[in-house]
């Protein structure tokens, strides 16, 4: 039994454009002798469709578009493509999260998602109905076992505190199942694949079935998904794992126990730049943005943003704008200057000297008697924010935003400032985290200035401003909120670890008075296993 595990990427909604993925995917694997496939989960409708699945016309498009992709492929070998299929019975949800098969132009058995998930990004008790029952598909002699993401997440034995009340793999294997083979849209964080190999090689181990998982590939909005679909043989040892980050097709020959295993770089510096590429790329270009710009102020993050941009968009499609006002240094703008050349974009340089004078004029009467301020700083991000918004307009590109997770957890960043833009490339990446992927970076090309990566970071809004005269030391913050925004652990808990109870109570109110401002970020490409987008839930107005 040759099992071709189908790593496309999709996007929302697109059905012909999903369905051309699926059909030239299907393809290419007829041609390497494949007697089944597989394409990941809702590949069809492309993951996660969100509300579309409440338009019924959609769904009923949708199931339109699957017989027609049955009819393409009368020839080819039989296909399971996920896709949202009816529920028939008068109650509960209208909708099963399904992978339905093809074969010989027929759209023929469907089979459910038993587990829905409904925490972090995940929603899907809002759309689906869970399967009573999980279902064998008998082919070429074989029963495969056939279960859809969640499904194979609920091992007892693996997970300290299983988070559902059933495993469907327990149920197959009692049924007779031979193999497991499941259809997956897994978002992606830094660390999650190498987990997600452990906890598959234990389920395997454990029940003795060899199992074919494929994943999903691509940026979604706010997500990324890497791929990496992966096999198992009965022993639990991994014999397949397709490329991670781009498209593929991976055979995997279930009964021999062979596959391939496609090289991969696991350091949390290089899965995140390769997920950031990612989803820069596929965040444009599935919204029809062919060039991106942003601002270059000197600093590391507007400098590892232009990398990312870069490498996503080539770099005769990335524009940097410099905004140096009289409290720039010569160094920052030399710096931005020399980056630019180093990756190969364009730049143009807009001095706002003069139009913070004319801000100053206009506001004196109503200042009067007011000593300056944070107003003032901020009134140079937003004149920032305005022209870089005026770039976007005028030539059509997508405007990113520079500002790194750190920032953005204590609202050390400007509302119609800085923080203007379509998409947050960083948003989820912790400062010190921004240096340690900018000096891996150089290690294989040195693009970014050494002394962009020695200087005090600094907002320069101020004369002789740093960052560290509003905040703590980023290496002690980014402690303290990852304890806090990843972990979801209280001032208590954090401070009994032996963090200054000062300095934590400080930090977390920064944190919670900046929820205003998060509501109304860019979307923010998550890589860390909790981000602020779209599982971040938490209320503006709250009385602690």
């Known amino acids: 039994m040759r099992v071709a595990l189908l790593q496309i990427n999709p996007t929302a909604g697109d059905l012909a454009g999903n369905a051309a993925l699926i059909i030239r995917s299907v393809r290419q694997a007829q041609s390497a002798g494949a007697d089944l496939a597989a394409t990941p989960e809702l590949a069809l409708m492309g993951y996660l469709p969100r509300d579309l699945l409440l338009n019924r016309g959609f769904v009923r498009r949708s199931g339109q578009m699957l017989q027609e992709i049955a009819t393409e492929l009368a020839g080819a070998p039989p296909v399971l493509v996920g896709i949202a299929t009816a529920n028939p019975a008068e109650m509960g949800r209208p909708l099963f999260n399904s992978a339905v098969l093809l074969h010989k132009g027929v759209v023929g058995q469907a089979f459910h998602k038993t587990l829905l998930p409904t925490y972090d990004v995940f929603d899907e008790d809002r759309y689906f109905e869970p399967a009573t029952e999980p279902q064998i598909l008998e082919w070429n002699g074989w029963k495969l076992g056939i279960s859809i993401c969640e499904d194979v997440w609920n091992d007892r034995n693996f997970w300290a505190r299983p988070r559902y009340h059933r495993d469907p793999i327990e149920v197959l294997a009692n049924r007779g199942a031979q193999a497991i083979l499941n259809l997956s849209a897994s978002p992606f964080n830094a660390g999650k694949q190498l987990l997600r190999e452990r906890m598959l090689s234990h389920l395997v181990e454990g029940h003795r079935l060899p199992l074919a998982y494929v994943n999903q590939v ?40 062979i596959s391939h295993i496609a090289e991969d770089d696991f350091a949390v510096e290089a899965e995140i730049w390769n997920a950031l590429v990612l989803g820069v790329h596929d965040y444009a270009t599935k919204t029809r943005f062919a060039k991106v710009l942003l601002g270059l102020s000197g600093g590391i993050d507007s400098a590892l943003t232009a990398a990312i941009a870069a490498e996503a968009m080539g770099p005769q499609n990335v524009l940097g704008v410099l905004m140096p006002s009289c409290y720039s240094s010569t160094g920052s703008v030399d710096d931005s200057v020399e980056l630019a050349r180093n990756l190969g974009i364009e730049t143009v340089t807009l001095p ?66 800085d923080m203007n833009g379509g998409l947050a490339v960083i948003g989820d990446v912790p400062k010190t985290m921004v240096y340690r992927i900018a000096e891996w970076r150089n290690r294989r090309r040195p693009d970014i200035p050494e002394s962009i990566l020695t200087k005090a970071p600094s907002a320069e809004l101020r004369p002789n401003q740093t960052d560290q005269d509003t905040l703590p030391p980023y290496d002690l913050l980014d402690q303290i909120l990852e304890l806090h925004v990843e972990q979801c652990q209280s001032a208590e ?21 900046a929820e205003f401002k998060r509501k109304q970020a860019a979307p923010v490409l998550k890589v860390t296993s909790r981000a602020f987008g779209t599982g971040w839930r938490m209320p503006i107005v709250r009385g602690e």
């Open 218 to 257: 691509g940026g979604d909005d706010d997500l990324i998904f890497d791929g990496r679909s992966c096999a198992f043989d009965a022993n639990g040892r991994l014999i397949g794992r397709a490329a991670g980050f781009r498209e593929d097709v991976l055979l995997v020959d279930l009964e021999a126990g």
């Open 352 to 417: 706002i000297s003069d139009i913070m004078r004319t801000y100053e004029c206009t506001l004196a009467d109503a200042f009067q008697g007011r000593a300056a301020d944070v107003t003032e700083e901020n009134i140079q991000s937003r004149i920032r924010g305005n022209l870089l918004m005026a770039l976007s307009n005028k030539f059509g590109s997508l405007l990113l935003t520079t500002g790194n997770k750190s920032e953005l957890s204590v609202g050390y960043c400007t509302l119609y400032g």
């Open 493 to 513: 808990e954090i401070i009994a670890q032996g963090f200054d109870e000062a300095t934590v109570r400080r930090v977390l109110r920064m944190v919670r008075g």
